[in-house]
């Protein structure tokens, strides 16, 4: 019973996938990430005295330089004494009723001691330091990640690395190179290092080279397809143990079938064998898509009797235990001697309704009752964290840390960490069904919308679709807050006086301030008649092609207007100089400057009345004709009168 709950747990915080298939081709954006994360560790020895009615705060050494607190814990291997109170605190550690270790994220645990005399407390405080990288997937799936010594006073021995991708994300781990080009995910390669050396599921890799891997460029490399996103809560169960035995020298392979609204993700595995000491070495190992070795015993055990009426005998017992992925596995053995083999199958089903507060889970009787062990698990992408967790009966269990508490006449496991928990809903005949409540605090994912100069958008309106739809309006600085309280992929887009004018598609948050250029430039206008002379006080009008305003002003002196936010797009301006209308149709994609000739010749002097062009011409055709009118008439009367003088000389002579 004490190695199912080993396995048991290191499965619920590793599971991770449906079984794998045949490759498929890459998405053309980078835009998955992985995350690296880069964790040295210190543990020493401290002496904490107390007095009566004593408090002490014990705090953590400042992060050594480009790292950050991860957690401190303080562990006291036989119990915390009863009579010292922890009252500043984030998670203990308990089992069975003894406190053993209490954990702090921001660096600080308070103590109170109540007893009446001195008190001296051995205890060993561990700091753990963390520094993270975000890694593009490319279209190739390999991600390098650079391993070397940290700085001091740290060295390779103190650092762990581990890289994960969103559940939710179409990616797997597919394999992990070493620096020297070997398949650290192969058999054969992590039976030669300590179970803990390499930690793997599909979606996770943990590196701990305090177990002599080497230092360098490893590569990681990624599988996609749509069929490996998993959901970020789910049920995980152990419906049954099977018994199994291989034969000298044989291959066998195993699976196991589940109801039909659950998934195999896969299988703890056991190998164990018990024979006289001079059998040979006990060559079986597992393949499967992806194995995890997790751990390795081989022991001596002697039986002997009173006297030497029957001579000792010396067995010996080895176990080793995998945790493999998908829905087969396969045993092969290399040994002269039968192998016995322990597997149990776990399936997992996709629960949890998304709140602004948290994840509400409601857990039936019909979910379990096939299960031997039954757990709810939930993994939170990075912006997310995990607060408390409230059980059906309003019991609240989010202090608890790798526990195992009493629980009717057995012991029930659970563990919350900072983004990821496990809490245990069947234990054989005990079990808690009904509704429980994950309590969840999301960082809140702040949308900078900016124009193509870098320049803020108000009053910008910015909506998130995806598994919840989110809408917000940005304020002076151009920015919005979003509760992305349901995690998975978002498209989102930034509409502007009513035009679209930015779009980004969010498939993995690795940073809470986003920033968003949308298709906003800046105009400057200037109005000028057919001469090239400037026309102030021109009223502008600029209309989407549907006829929608989406501004309007006036030139001033030079005849120039200035539009510091106008969308980007096909327009249609509308230029009104007094009594005259001028329209013109462009094309906005970039900030510039238009120079508009506006259908204007001149104006009437002192009346200030402007004419067309048009108008201009058929004014000065008017002009024209009138003139040579009056040139003919005044002729006519010329010669007129010239005649008629004529007739009055001569008669007069």
């Given at each position: ?93 308990e089992n069975n009723g003894a406190v053993t270790s209490l954990i702090s994220f ?288 309003g019991g609240a269990l989010g202090e608890y840390k790798d526990s195992l508490l ?248």
């Amino acid at each position: 019973m004490k190695y199912s709950y080993l396995f048991t747990v290191l499965a619920i915080l590793s599971l991770t996938l449906l079984t794998p298939s045949p490759a498929y081709a890459f998405p053309d954006r980078e835009a998955y990430y992985a995350k690296v994360d880069y964790i040295v560790s210190s543990k020493f020895i401290i002496n904490l005295n107390f007095q009566e009615n004593d408090v002490k705060e014990i705090a953590a050494p400042p992060p050594p330089a480009g790292y950050k607190l991860a957690y401190m814990e303080i562990t006291v291997a036989e119990g915390i004494p009863s009579d010292l109170v922890a009252i500043r605190f984030d998670r203990k550690i308990e089992n069975n009723g003894a406190v053993t270790s209490l954990i702090s994220f921001d660096g600080y645990i308070k103590l109170a001691y109540g007893g009446k005399s001195n008190l001296t407390v051995s205890a060993e405080l561990k700091c753990s330091y963390i520094r993270t990288e975000w890694k593009a997937i490319p279209s190739s799936g390999r991600v390098i990640v650079d391993v070397y010594p940290p700085d001091e006073p740290f060295n390779l021995e103190n650092l762990t690395v581990r890289v994960s991708v969103d559940n939710y994300a179409p990616y797997i781990i597919s394999d992990v190179r070493s620096p020297s080009g070997e398949s650290i995910l192969a058999p054969e390669f992590q039976e030669m290092l300590h179970p803990n050396a390499v930690k793997a599921d599909l979606k996770n890799l943990e590196l701990n080279f305090g177990y002599g891997l080497e230092d360098g460029s490893y590569e990681v490399i990624f599988k996609y397809g749509e069929e490996y996103e998993l959901p970020n809560v789910f049920l995980a169960k152990e419906v049954e143990f099977y018994n199994g035995t291989i034969n000298a020298f044989e291959t066998k392979t195993f699976t196991a079938s589940v109801a039909s609204d659950w998934t195999t993700i896969g299988y703890i595995v056991v190998l164990y064998s018990l024979h006289p000491v001079g059998g040979g070495k006990a060559e079986v190992y597992v393949e499967a898509s992806m194995a995890d070795y997790v751990y390795f015993e081989d022991k001596i055990i002697r039986i002997e009797g009173v006297s030497y009426l029957i001579p000792p005998l010396n067995f010996e017992l080895w176990v080793k235990a995998y945790i493999v992925y998908g829905s087969w596995f396969k045993v092969v053995s290399r040994f002269k001697k039968p192998v016995n083999i322990l597997y149990a199958p776990v399936a997992i089903k996709k629960v949890g309704e998304w709140t602004r507060q948290g994840v509400k889970i409601r857990v039936s009787e019909n979910d379990i009752k096939d299960s031997i062990y039954a757990y709810l698990v939930v993994q939170l992408p990075s912006y997310g964290k995990i607060k408390n967790v409230i059980t059906p009966g309003g019991g609240a269990l989010g202090e608890y840390k790798d526990s195992l508490l009493p629980w009717a006449s057995t012991v029930r496991a659970i563990s919350v960490a900072d983004r990821q928990a496990y809490i245990q809903i069947k234990n054989g005949e005990a079990a808690e069904v009904g509704t429980y409540f994950i309590e969840i605090e999301w960082s809140p994912i702040r949308i900078k919308a900016v124009d193509a100069d870098g320049k803020p958008l108000r009053n910008a309106i910015v909506r998130l679709r995806g598994p919840i739809d989110i809408e917000g309006e940005t304020g002076e600085d151009g920015i919005v807050e979003v509760s992305v309280y349901h995690p998975g992929i978002y498209e989102v887009d930034v509409r502007y006086k009513s035009v679209y004018v930015g779009e980004a598609k969010l498939f993995t948050i690795t940073n809470t301030d986003i920033e968003i250029e949308c298709r906003v430039y800046s105009l400057e206008i200037e109005t000028v008649d057919m001469w090239g002379n400037a026309l102030s006080g021109t009223e502008i009008v600029v209309k989407t092609s549907e006829g929608k305003t989406v501004f309007s002003g006036e030139t001033g002196k030079g005849g120039l207007l200035k539009i510091e936010q106008i969308p980007g797009g096909e327009y249609n301006i509308e230029a009104y100089y007094k009594r005259i209308k001028t329209d013109f149709s462009e094309t906005i994609d970039s900030s510039k400057k238009l120079r508009l000739e506006l259908d204007v010749a001149f104006e009437i002097p002192f009346l200030g009345i402007p004419l067309s062009k048009l108008e201009s011409i058929v004014a000065t055709a008017s002009t024209l004709g009138l003139g040579f009118t009056s040139f003919l008439v005044s002729r006519k009367k010329k010669k007129r009168e010239e005649e008629e003088g004529l007739i009055e000389l001569e008669t007069f002579e």
